[in-house]
């Protein structure tokens, strides 16, 4: 099959290594399916992670296939597996560990898979595991919040209009609480159309506490000293949410966490309820040929809004 692999870290600025070449059809694992892919995507990050380079015994798995997040058909169902069809549609995530699905065949856990809602795509398919999981995981499981049960809770969003913030305005916007996304001047249209009530520019001195009010929920994907400043903005008891780094400062009387998002096939059932009833809708920035592999992962780098799709 065609496949794009890697098999030298230059890191994640630099994925010149990714090359479009022949590899090895999937051996699938106990539990497995095969899936043709039609549509994957990607954090750019993935580079840097020890799970492209290693396999979970610490050995060197070179080369590599990225991309977790997939979108395609079940093509296979190996021997013991159950809960899928052939020809069934099915998205969801691939282990950090194994090959990823910037190829035209995955090897992928039935249990991280759900089947796609009719109202959406193979491309938005793609673009939602990751960040939808991501952003339910950051809102509920970590948060707090409880969906539907979130009003009169404030929640703000650093980095509102990209891939991951894009889904917490939403997903944070229909459970019901008051959204202010923060970004570049050039997102707000972007969070806004997502159900953000507020806007406030980081490029201008935004983190200054007297714009918020009295916020229970920060959840922050930017990081750096966005994320430093971020526990000056919860009120007292209330939760910082980060994904880029443990938060260096805890909320007075509150919560600090970061966590790595995992794999759920409830929450990614849940995720595809709500993309049927079209409550939510992944952003899809830019979609590439798989030949294309490495333009995308530079193009996501340079700062295209939303997720980075590849057309397999
Ligand atoms: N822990 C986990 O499980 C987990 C899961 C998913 C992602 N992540 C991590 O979370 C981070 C975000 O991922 P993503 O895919 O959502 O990235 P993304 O699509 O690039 O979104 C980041 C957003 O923040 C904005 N931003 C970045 N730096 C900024 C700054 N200094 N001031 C104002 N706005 C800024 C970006 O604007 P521009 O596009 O204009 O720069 C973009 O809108 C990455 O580090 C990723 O590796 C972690």
């Keep these: 099959m065609r496949a794009v692999r ?27 399916v095969i899936v043709r892919v039609r549509a994957a995507s990607f954090v750019p990050d993935e580079l840097d992670w020890p799970g492209t380079w290693t396999d979970r015994a610490g050995r060197d798995r070179t080369p590599s296939i990225p991309a977790h997040e997939v979108a395609g058909i079940v093509s296979e ?36 898979l759900a089947p796609i809602p009719e109202a959406i795509g193979f491309r938005e398919a793609a673009a939602l595991p990751l960040a939808g ?27 509102g209009a990209g891939g991951t913030g894009s889904l917490v305005v939403q997903l944070a916007h229909a459970a019901g609480a008051r959204v202010i996304a923060t970004g570049r001047t050039a997102g707000e249209e972007t969070a806004r159309g997502h159900g953000a009530d ?43 949410v980060s994904i880029t780094a443990p938060p260096p400062v805890t909320p007075v009387d509150g919560r600090a966490v970061f966590f790595i998002v995992e794999p759920d096939r409830h929450e990614l059932l849940e995720l595809a309820r709500l993309a049927e009833q079209g409550v939510l809708r992944p952003h899809v920035g830019a979609a590439y040929p798989l030949a294309e592999a490495r333009t995308a992962f ?15």
Excluded at 92 to 99: F, S
Excluded at 298 to 312: F, Q, S, T, Y
Aim: a negative charge; proline letters at 5%; hydrophobic letters at 40%.
């Design 6 to 32: 890697i098999q030298e870290n230059r890191g994640a600025d630099n994925p010149d290594a990714l090359v479009l070449e022949e590899a090895p059809y999937p051996q699938a694992a106990t539990g497995d």
């Design 77 to 112: 169902i190996p021997y013991g597996t159950t809960g899928f069809e052939v020809g069934d549609r099915v998205f969801g995530l691939t282990d950090w560990h194994r090959d990823g699905a910037a190829a035209e065949f995955v090897a992928v856990e039935a249990r991280n």
């Design 133 to 159: 999981l991501t952003a339910w995981q950051g809102l509920f499981r970590h948060g707090g919040l409880t969906y539907g049960e979130a009003s009169g809770r404030t929640v703000v969003v650093h980095g």
């Design 198 to 240: 507020d806007y406030v520019t980081l490029e201008s001195g935004g983190l200054d506490e007297t714009r918020f009010g009295p916020v229970d929920l920060v959840f922050d994907t930017v990081g750096g000293e966005v994320l430093a400043r971020s526990a000056a903005l919860v009120r007292p008891g209330g939760t910082l």
């Design 298 to 312: 530079l193009a996501k780098r340079r700062g295209i809004p939303g997720k980075v799709v590849l057309d397999v």
